[in-house]
């Protein structure tokens, strides 16, 4: 029976994570919350890179998992290629998956990016759109208080919703698709959709898509598992995250790497 790593700074990857259990419900899946780290996107390359790379050693050499999602944006733009190169199971991150969506979505190719200060500053989104269409009028803002907003489930209230529209208010007018380029946004998608008229793409669906191109449908033998993770606080990371999925987890353990 094969089991799928999926990996974040904290709860954000769960965006992901509802989408992998949706296409993969033969499989086993293991999820790390590296939350005691979060946020990722504050920090520097190098730094984000060598915590992936701990978290990712984890879950290929310890838990053996068949392949790896990266299920945070950050992560993919820092680390992804090194993944790749390090480990013998396949790897697939967001951001690809973000774009091509957007792509497929956009009518005036005006398009929003939001995301970590990382994110941002590494211009993924940006070169990846670039690549497949040098037309495109790409509009990056970065949000770095959501990430720490989200993981301490300050999301429905009024100071929340004031963050939410002061950055949105840097978008122009004319951007008709929003990338959610943080997987911990998709937990605010309701709140972003009172203050952003227009299509709002979450790459997490074409994510999990584009891992079954890779590895197929499992093969049910046995009750699968979803298992967690954490370095940080789990029980908060409990109740976010059951908010988001609505489901109930049983056991999130632990684990300092
Ligand atoms: N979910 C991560 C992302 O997609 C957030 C990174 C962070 O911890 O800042 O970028």
């Given at each position: 029976m094969r089991t799928i790593g999926v990996f974040d700074s904290g709860v954000g990857g769960v965006s992901v994570l509802k989408e992998v259990i949706k296409e993969f419900p033969y499989d086993n899946i293991i999820y790390f919350g590296d939350s005691l780290h979060a946020p990722y996107g504050d920090r520097e390359i190098e730094e984000i890179r060598a915590l992936c790379l701990k978290v990712s050693d984890f879950l290929v050499y310890?838990?053996?998992?068949?392949a790896i999602v990266i299920a945070c944006n950050t992560a993919t733009g820092a680390a992804m290629h090194i993944m790749k190169e390090r480990y013998h199971v396949p790897v697939v991150g967001v951001v690809d998956n973000g774009v091509k969506e957007g792509i497929r979505i956009t009518k005036n190719k005006n398009i929003g990016v939001i995301a970590t200060p990382a994110t941002i500053k590494m211009d993924i989104y940006l070169k990846e759109f670039h690549r497949i269409d040098k037309n495109l009028n790409i509009y990056q803002v970065k949000c770095p208080l959501f990430v720490g907003m989200i993981e301490k489930g300050w999301i429905d209230n009024e100071e929340s919703s004031m963050l939410i529209k002061s950055y949105l208010n840097?978008?122009?007018?004319?951007?008709?698709t929003l990338i959610l380029g943080c997987t911990h946004y998709p937990l605010i998608e309701k709140y972003i959709k009172r203050h952003f008229i227009g299509n709002i793409v979450d790459p997490a669906k074409e994510t999990a898509k584009s891992l079954k191109m890779i590895i197929g449908d499992g093969i049910y033998t046995q009750k699968t598992f979803t298992k967690f993770f954490v370095s940080g606080d789990s029980q908060k990371f409990k109740e976010v995250a059951q908010e988001f999925l609505g489901t109930t987890i049983d056991e999130v353990e632990k684990i300092i790497l």
């Open positions: 310890e838990k053996k998992v068949d840097n978008l122009p007018q004319n951007v008709d």
